[in-house]
């Protein structure tokens, strides 16, 4: 009897390209955008007209939207999205556009991500992000996604008896990972003494716990295995993805996110488990939501993540590497494209091409994504495993 195909057999994902990322930038969103799409095509050896899949996620690229960046940049697609998820943005993107492919409605989908990061960009950002935030978290003051991290730390911290030892283990490893990172905007490096001598910034989060708003940009290209091996390209295999948005709402606060909706089913469509995974990218815009993706993804039970992290090296050469790019906490959050930064680097990891930070025999990566924070919880969730196609 002939096998059965997965649902997501003949995607490849080819010419993951990132921005080197800079704190501060006076170009525009539309200028890193530009950069990295064309450091995807360039690494892929195609022209802007050979693209006929355009998907784009941007906070500062305001007023503009993809459509707007069509014209922009010259192109002229026949298949077109905009995806304003924040962290989820990556997952998303891949999820559709290789639906996309797969029917044919495209052959090459560009996604891209990037953002700009002026002086006054994240003051801006805050002050239009949501309604939601507008009516519920404006009014007492909240100017931001700290406090309300600080709100989900605290209650995980009260649920479960994590200490901020424990999340300090992850922002110290990604550090380490950082410093082989020649694109990372954190180049000094950071002790668990360090860590826990920060000035505090929201109780019981302080500075190391926080992201750095930086500008930069991540790109990858979507095709079949066909087109790719065609054009002589690396490319990394989908096997599984799953999007979630406004999972448990019922819940007061948020101690578990839209992975458990889907868990079951990723693991399925891929055909493993947690233990088969070589690599894990989470979003990590604060060490707190890192522990949700490990528990919720499968990889130990709910609350356990603390202890289950405890005993494991999150290094580039350790049993569990993790955020092997140094993630938000270390390389920085170039906006939306901090969605993106760990898809890109998953890429580069099973196809053998991430170089310093390249992880020794690399197969099989899972990559989540979590984003749009509105007070108390976020709302999209996605992840992904990819896996080796053809190496560098």
Known sequence: MARMPRAWDGVALCAPFSTPYQRYSIESAHWWIATALKGSLDAAGLRPDQIDGFSVSSFTLFPDTAVGLTQHLGLCP??????????ASAGVALR???RAVQAGDAEIVACVAGDTNHIDSFRRLLSSFSRFAMDASYPYGYGG???????LTDRYMAEFGATRKDFGRICVAQRANALKNPGAVMKKPLSLQDYLAARPIADPLALYDCVMPCAGAECFLVMTEEAAA???LPFARLAAAIERHNAHAEDPIQLRGGWTVDVDTLWQAAGCGPDDIDLVQTYDDYPVIVMMQIEDLGFCAKGEAPAFLRHRDLTVTGDFPHNTSGGQLSAGQAGAAGGFIGMVEAIRQVTGQAGPTQVPGAKRALVSGF????????????????TEGARA
């Open 230 to 232: 065609r054009r002589g």
């Open 78 to 87: 026949r298949w077109l999205d905009h995806i304003p998820m924040g962290g």
């Open 371 to 386: 984003g749009m924070i509105n007070y108390d919880r976020g709302l999209c969730s996605s992840a992904a495993i990819l």
């Open 145 to 151: 996604p700290n406090a309300s991290f600080a709100l």
């Open 96 to 98: 559709r556009a290789a």
